[in-house]
Every structure is written in C-alpha cells, then in structure tokens.
C-alpha cells in the first residue's frame, strides 16, 4: 500500500540519499514531506520530474504522515519524532538518540529483520559502522558462534554530513593553492590526515563511536556478552567506509569455508584475489547497495582466528537503505 512519506532532514548528507533511493527503488508513495531547518525552507528539490519545496520542520509537520525518516541529527529525534509517532507515522530514526533503548528495536533487515515487528512506533537504524560489520558477522556467527571481535574502521568524511564532505574538499583546495587550512567540522587537518578520533571522548578512553559499534552489535546480534574492541578512525575519503574486522570462533572455521559462507549471504558481494585491485575499495564501492568482503584469511594469532576486509557505502546501506529496506520489510508483512 503507498504511503505519505517525510524526510526530515532531507537536505542533508543522508536526506538527499534517501530521496534518490525512494526514486531508484520505487517506494509505493503517495506523497514525500521534504522537512529540514528554516535555513533551507522553500528550497527546491526535484523529484520524479517534479519540484519539490523544502519546509521547515515543526511539530505539526506530520499530520497524516505514514512514514518519517529522520536523519537530522538527535537533538532533533529527540525532540520531533515523538510528535511523529503521536502523529500516527512510524518514524526510522538514523540518529543514535534512542538505540539502546529496550523498547526500540535496532534493525539490520539482513541479520535482525523480526525485531521490526514489535516497534512501538519508532524503529532506529543502527550506527553505519556497526550495519556493515553486522552484515559481515552474521553469517558466521550464525555457524561457527562468534566469541571476540576486534576491528578498526577507516571511515569516510560524508559520516559527519555534507559538512565532513565539503571540508575535506575545501581543505585540498586550499592545500594545492598553498593556502591555509580550516578545520572546522573535524577536530583537525583531515586532507592529507588520519584521525583516530570519531564523537566525543569517554571516560573510559574510547570515543563515543567505538562504543556504539560495541554496544549496538551485542544488541543487535542478541549477544550481550560478546567480546567486542573497536578503533575508529577517520581517513580523507569522501564516502564508504573501511574496516578491518578480526574474529575469534567458539568452532573452527576454514578460510574457504568462510568465504562460502560470505557468497551465500544476504547483501554480500565477495572480492577477493590476490592481485592488485583485487579487493574492495571505498571508490568503487560507492554508490552500491552492498557490503562488500576482501582479504579473507586465517588470524595466525590466534586458534579460531579469521580476518577480512569490509567495505560499504554508509549513506547507503550505512544510513539511508537499511532505513528503507526495514520499511520495504514491513511493507511485505
Ligand atoms: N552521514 C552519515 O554517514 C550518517 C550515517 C548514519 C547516520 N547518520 C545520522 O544521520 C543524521 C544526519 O546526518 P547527515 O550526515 O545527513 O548530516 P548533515 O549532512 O549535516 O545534514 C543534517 C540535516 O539536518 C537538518 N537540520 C539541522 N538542524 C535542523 C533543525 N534545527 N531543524 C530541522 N532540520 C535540521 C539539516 O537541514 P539544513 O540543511 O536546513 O541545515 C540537514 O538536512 C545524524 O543524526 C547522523 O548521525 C549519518
């Protein structure tokens, strides 16, 4: 059944995905709600050979709005999604304010997609980090019982908004110019840069990042007690991100048994040759649906050891289309 959809947000690194990806997969739409600051209202924005105007987002935004993807930062999920849900629309929530909480499911439609069924009205995406390694661990857990994790991500500038994406080009500009640089959405240079350093810092030492992809993946995988260590770093890409993943097993798993168990999953494309090239990039990634898997081979560090490569487009599949793909989900019940 088509729906009245709004996109809150919709001007943003991730809103301007979601609008291509409701063209390109042919949601069932009755209407689309393009919402985002008063900065932006009475913006146009096209849509299937139609001219779309951005409005300002308010707590009357959602009369008679089905679905809202809220992709505007969670402040603003906090303070406008439960108007929606008041409102009667079933919100999908891509920001992190309310995925550790018990009544809200976390959905990856690949690994997780019955948790969907029992929202309360509002169903959050998970971190894009964490969609892609959940994808990539799934299929072997499902075999061989996952019992540590330890991965480090390289991620792309577009993870902080079109803001990241834009400093990164303006900084390289400046750069070839032999002007100075401003560093202003990251915390420092990031052209020419690596930064070990996503969110905010916790007392604990890590950042906020790391502690999403621990946190969200034991609840997502339904293994609360998983051992799970992250490092996330930002790289000069414009968009995908990268992880190296490391996986200790409670059973052994072969190398060309995990690479089996990798073709045969959902949302997995494997690449994986020892040549040049002959693994996932972030450029060649992007702007595809799937996750993408490399390097697969033995931990020699350890008995039950596995190490792959992970690749996928985080405004896609990291944001944006798992949104849309727990919608489609629902849709299909
Ligand atoms: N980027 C990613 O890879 C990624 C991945 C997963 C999840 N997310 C999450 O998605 C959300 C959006 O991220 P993004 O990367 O798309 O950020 P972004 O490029 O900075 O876009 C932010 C959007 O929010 C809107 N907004 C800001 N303040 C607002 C306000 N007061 N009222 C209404 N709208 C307001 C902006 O509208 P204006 O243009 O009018 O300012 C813009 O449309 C964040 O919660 C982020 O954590 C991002």
Not at 40 to 47: D, M, N, P, T, V
Not at 138 to 158: E, F, G
Request: proline share 5%; net charge negative; glycine share 6%.
């Amino acid at each position: 059944m088509s729906q009245h959809v709004a996109i809150v947000g919709a001007t943003g690194a991730v809103g301007t995905e979601f609008i291509k990806l409701l063209d390109a997969r042919d949601y069932p739409l009755k209407s689309l709600k393009l919402l985002a600051s008063a900065r932006s209202a009475g913006q146009k924005i096209e849509f299937k050979g139609e001219e779309l105007v951005v409005e300002e987002l308010t707590t009357e935004s959602f009369k008679g709005v089905d679905l809202a993807l809220f992709s505007a930062g969670g402040s603003r999920s906090k303070e406008f999604a439960p108007h929606a849900v008041d409102s009667g629309a079933l919100v999908i929530d891509n920001s992190s304010a309310f995925r550790m909480e018990e009544n809200v499911p976390l959905v990856v439609p690949e690994v997780n997609p019955e948790a969907a069924k029992t929202h309360q009205g509002l169903i959050a995406n998970p971190n894009c980090s964490t969609i892609q390694m959940v994808v990539a661990l799934n299929p072997i857990h499902q075999v061989a019982t996952i019992k540590r994790v330890v991965v480090s991500t390289y991620q792309a500038v577009s993870g902080a908004g079109a803001a990241g994406m834009q400093e990164l080009i303006d900084q390289v500009k400046a750069y070839a110019a032999g002007e100075a640089l401003e560093a202003k959405a990251f915390p420092v240079q990031i052209a020419f840069n690596v930064l070990p350093h996503i969110d905010v810092f916790q007392e604990n030492g890590y950042t906020k990042e790391e502690m999403k992809m621990i946190n969200e993946t034991r609840k997502i995988m339904s293994v609360p007690d998983m051992q799970i260590t992250a490092n996330c770093v930002r790289v000069p890409v414009l968009r995908s991100h990268s992880e190296m993943v490391n996986v200790e097993t409670e059973k052994k798993l072969t190398v060309p048994q995990a690479r089996k168990l990798f073709e045969n999953a959902p949302g997995i494309v494997v690449k994986d040759s020892h040549e040049n090239g002959g693994y996932p990039l972030p450029l060649e990634v992007s702007g595809t649906f799937d996750t993408y898997i490399g390097r697969i081979r033995e931990d020699l560090s350890t008995e039950n050891g596995l190490a792959f490569w992970v690749v996928a487009d985080q405004l896609f599949k990291g944001a944006a289309l798992n949104a849309v793909q727990i919608a489609e989900y629902l849709n299909a019940q």
